[in-house]
């Protein structure tokens, strides 16, 4: 079946220091690829998708270039801030799935300042 | 943006109750999701619901479970009855469509069977 394989957390940073959070996915279909960010309390919401393989998407800094040939999506930042603090999913969707998401299992991530 | 709504935030039953969580998605979206995420464990996929139907569920989703929205409402989730590994996080979700767009999650309520 679908899988998504991310960094395992927590990751802890200094503000200012650069971010790398890998995501590997397993599908034998052609998935949309997205990063959710979930801060304390609240629902997990959209950072960005790309739905095309060879493309990049980016948000707030955070950028992820989908990579159909080695499977993976990983999320980057060049300087963290504290707000950054937050649990970051990836996720990929099919859409022959009704929508359906498949999850990886979260990376909390602490920025210190 | 847009906010979906999940009420109560936390509820507390014993096992063999019924419990009903309820959602409030995004006003002009039309299909609905729920996941389940134990602690400490990746958010699973329940099911979807869409023009008053479950188009797709997954293992996860026993018998005992079921899902409606009568009349344009709550979106709910019932489980009856609740054993003592439904215990967990129950995200609610709405998109406008499928194929890629975009699924607003609610809060989420902290279910705690005994």
């Known amino acids: 079946g679908d899988s998504v394989t991310q960094t395992e957390g927590p990751v802890t940073l200094s503000e200012g220091t650069s971010l790398t959070v890998n995501c590997s996915y397993e599908t034998k279909q052609y998935p949309t690829l997205f990063w959710y960010v979930q801060y304390p309390g609240e629902g997990p919401q959209l950072l960005f998708k790309?739905?095309?393989?060879?493309e990049k998407g980016s948000n707030r800094g955070f950028e992820a270039t989908y990579n159909k040939e080695a499977t993976s999506f990983h999320l980057q930042k060049a300087s963290v801030q504290e707000s950054d603090s937050a649990v970051y999913y990836c996720?990929?969707?099919?859409?022959?799935?009704?929508?359906?998401?498949?999850f990886g299992a979260g990376t909390r991530l602490a920025v210190c300042p | 943006g847009p906010k979906v709504l999940q009420i109560p935030s936390h509820q507390i039953i014993d096992m063999g109750q019924m419990v009903t969580l309820n959602c409030d998605p995004v006003?002009?979206?039309?299909?609905f999701y729920w996941y389940k995420q134990i602690l400490g464990q990746q958010m699973e996929f329940l099911v979807n619901f869409y023009n008053g139907k479950v188009m797709e569920k997954s293992k996860l989703f026993k018998d005992q479970f079921s899902v409606e929205r009568p009349d344009g409402s709550y979106f709910t989730l019932k489980i009856q009855p609740t054993a003592l590994e439904d215990s967990a996080v129950y995200f609610c979700?709405?998109?406008f469509g499928t194929g890629g767009i975009e699924q607003y999650f609610g809060p989420g309520t902290r279910l705690t069977v005994l």
């Open positions: 006003s002009n979206h039309l299909y």
């Open positions: 979700a709405s998109s």
């Open positions: 996720a990929l969707g099919l859409s022959g799935s009704f929508n359906k998401l498949t």
């Open positions: 790309v739905p095309k393989a060879n």
